[in-house]
C-alpha cells in the first residue's frame, strides 16, 4: 500500500481501477430520487439529515434534485472500532443542531454495507420521536447486509467492491473524485 505522502504525488485517478458509476449516470439517477421524494413529501414538512462525511457530495446534489421546501442538518458519527463494529455501537461526534421530534426525518446516507451504523443511527433517532423516519443511500452492497433494514431509496446496488470518489473516502482521500470508483489492487490493503 503506498504511503499518504506517495498518494499525495500522484494523480488520484492512477490508483483507480475502473469507474463503477459514472459522473452522468450518477446525476441522471440523483434527479430521479429527488423527484420521487419530492413527489413522496409534497406538502409536509421534510428535514434532510446528512451522515458526516461521507453523504455530503450526495447530499449537496441531491437537495437541489428535490423542488419542495425543506430544511438540512448534519450528524457526525464513528464506529467505537473493530470489536464493537458487529454490534454497530457509534458514538455521535456532531449531534444535529435541532430537536427532530414530530418532523418527517430522512436520513441521506453514502453507502450502506453491513447495515450496522445506519441500524444503530435508527435507533437512536427513533427515540427522538420523529413523526416519521425514512433512509435514502447513494450507494448499496446488499450482499454485504448483516442486519435486516429497511432503506427506501436506493441510488445503485453495486457489488462487493470497495469504493471512493463522490464523497466516499480511503484513508480519508479520494472524496472529491467526481465519479464513483474502484481502487487497484495495491491501493486498498484488506
Ligand atoms: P456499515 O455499518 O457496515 O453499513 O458501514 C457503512 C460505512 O462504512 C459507510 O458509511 C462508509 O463510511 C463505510 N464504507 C463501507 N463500504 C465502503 C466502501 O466501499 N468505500 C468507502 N467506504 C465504505
Ligand atoms: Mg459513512
Redesign the pocket.
Known amino acids: 500500500m503506498p504511503s499518504q505522502t506517495a498518494l499525495r504525488a500522484m494523480p488520484l485517478e492512477d490508483a483507480i481501477e475502473r469507474v463503477l458509476v459514472d459522473e452522468a449516470t450518477l446525476q441522471a439517477r440523483i434527479a430521479e430520487l429527488g423527484a420521487e421524494i419530492a413527489d413522496f413529501y409534497r406538502g409536509q414538512d421534510l428535514l434532510l439529515i446528512s451522515?458526516l462525511k461521507?453523504s455530503i457530495v450526495f447530499m449537496a446534489d441531491l437537495i437541489r434534485a428535490i423542488p419542495i421546501a425543506h430544511e438540512i442538518d448534519f450528524m457526525a458519527t464513528s464506529?467505537y472500532g473493530v470489536a464493537a463494529?458487529s454490534s454497530?455501537v457509534v458514538r455521535i461526534l456532531k449531534d444535529l443542531n435541532k430537536s427532530i421530534e414530530g418532523r418527517n426525518v430522512l436520513i441521506v446516507?453514502?453507502?450502506?454495507?453491513?447495515?450496522?451504523?445506519?441500524n444503530y443511527l435508527v435507533r437512536i433517532l427513533q427515540e427522538r420521536q420523529p413523526a416519521s423516519l425514512r433512509i435514502v443511500t447513494l450507494l448499496d452492497?446488499p450482499e454485504?447486509r448483516e442486519v435486516d433494514i429497511h432503506v427506501d431509496w436506493v441510488g445503485f446496488a453495486i457489488p462487493n467492491?470497495?469504493?471512493?470518489g463522490y464523497g466516499?473516502?480511503?484513508n480519508e482521500t479520494f472524496r472529491n473524485l467526481p465519479y464513483i470508483g474502484v481502487l487497484k489492487p495495491g491501493i486498498y490493503a484488506n
Open positions: 451522515v461521507g464506529s463494529r454497530g446516507e453514502d453507502i450502506i454495507d453491513s447495515g450496522h451504523t445506519l452492497k454485504r467492491d470497495f469504493v471512493v466516499l473516502d480511503y
